[in-house]
């Protein structure tokens, strides 16, 4: 799956670049306990629980995520955690202010 860059927080990264470990799916429905959900823009207290997230790690403890086509995320690129795949489906999302803030104000 091939990826386009909107903007980046931190580093460097390409305009176009891929996750090879990452998965393309069709067909998922959006909402809370889909794989496509933004925690109701990451308001939802259930995203800051330390064990939830998104994607989760294989019994490998290797992580495969999976994206939908035309949706947006915030990514960690180069460092694979539950929380590195995150779906933002708007610009007030909760996550998305707070890493600004974090790399702003560190």
């Known amino acids: 799956m091939l990826f386009e860059t909107i903007e980046v927080l931190s580093g460097y990264v390409p305009k176009r670049f891929t996750i090879p470990n990452g998965f393309a799916l069709s067909g998922w429905k959006q909402g809370v306990g889909s794989l496509e959900t933004d925690f109701d ?17 294989s019994a490998d403890c290797n992580m495969y995520p999976t994206f939908s086509v035309g949706n947006s ?3 960690f690129l180069g460092a694979p955690h539950w929380k590195a795949y995150e779906a933002v489906k ?14 702003a104000q560190p």
Not at 43 to 57: G, H, T, V, Y
Not at 90 to 103: K, Y
């Open 41 to 57: 823009s990451h308001r939802d207290l259930s995203f800051w629980d330390e064990n939830n997230a998104r994607q989760w790690n």
């Open 73 to 75: 995320y915030l990514l």
């Open 90 to 103: 708007s610009e007030d999302d909760l996550w998305l202010q707070t890493v600004r803030n974090i790399i």
